[in-house]
């Protein structure tokens, strides 16, 4: 069903989904300090309480804040395209993106929560609970990071590389492909970490390139592209076309590059 409200303002959302992103991670929290179960799920990827207790403290905060956009989140039941295809407007969620970084109690796991605009994210927030570490955009207000207490501080890619290349790459998931790329790069320093920070590392302008050369679904990306775009960066395909949402049956990304500077065409290093 599609709906006839005024098109939600991305500026005017971005402060009240900050505060229900630090909710989320305020309950996930509070899972990660005691004992909790894991399940698997039917793709084979781990599923905890903290993911399941998060996606209900977004979905009923983002329920109550945008009462006629639809929420479509890592654990909501399916929805088929038939009816996604409607939608021009929507909240799209991983309420816990890097759950085996969770697992394995490293600190490296995120609430992400996109704004989605005709196939493009207009609105990001990426909060990492363990670090207190916050990224933030909405479309046409630049890209900005808050860690702790203190005030929140722009941020933009290094539209530049130095001559050692700075690599995000992920702590629980390096291909054969990846492993291909990284040599053929020239001199690199790699970066392994977990979730969207590493989409984040290329946005603050601590890395240069982050190649995510296997499986992902558009909740894993939509939340750090807004904040990526928006730090003057970009968030493309392995043939360097920006990745768009909801414009097909399955949800699942292609490969993908995430980078600063403009003049490298990634791609020759696969």
């Not at 004992?35 to 903290?50: G, H, I, M």
């Not at 970084?101 to 929560?113: M, P, Q, R, S």
């Not at 990526?228 to 970009?234: N, S």
């Not at 920006?242 to 949800?251: C, S």
Request: hydrophobic share 35%; aromatic share 10%.
């Amino acid at each position: 069903m599609t709906h006839t409200s005024p098109p939600p303002d991305p500026a005017t959302l971005l402060q009240p989904v900050i505060h229900i992103a630090r909710q989320a991670g305020r309950r996930i929290l509070e899972i990660y300090a005691r004992a909790y179960e894991v399940e698997e799920k039917s793709d084979k990827s781990p599923l905890t309480e903290a993911d399941l207790a998060a996606h209900h403290v977004i979905r009923e905060g983002l329920s109550t804040l945008t009462p006629t956009l639809p929420f479509l989140s890592e654990e909501s039941p399916p929805v088929p395209y038939a009816e996604r295809a409607s939608w021009r407007h929507y909240w799209l969620v991983d309420p816990l993106d890097g759950t085996r970084e969770f697992i394995k109690h490293n600190g490296e796991f995120t609430v992400n929560i996109a704004l989605i605009d005709g196939h493009e994210a207009v609105l990001g927030v990426v909060y990492a609970p363990v670090p207190d570490s916050l990224y933030y955009a909405a479309r046409g207000g630049g890209a900005w990071k808050q860690s702790g207490p203190h005030e929140p501080r722009r941020i933009h890619v290094r539209s530049r590389c130095p001559e050692r290349i700075v690599v995000a790459g992920s702590r629980s998931h390096q291909t054969p492909a990846f492993k291909r790329f990284l040599s053929h790069l020239p001199a690199y320093e790699l970066i392994s970490m977990g979730s969207a920070l590493k989409s984040c590392l290329v946005a603050e302008g601590v890395a240069d390139i982050y190649a995510r050369l296997g499986p992902t679904s558009e909740w894993d990306t939509a939340a750090a592209q807004c904040v990526v775009e928006e730090a003057g960066g970009w968030l493309t395909d392995t043939r360097l076309r920006r990745l768009r949402y909801n414009t097909k049956d399955d949800l699942l990304n292609p490969d993908f590059f995430v980078f600063g500077d403009t003049g490298i065409d990634w791609s020759r290093f696969l």
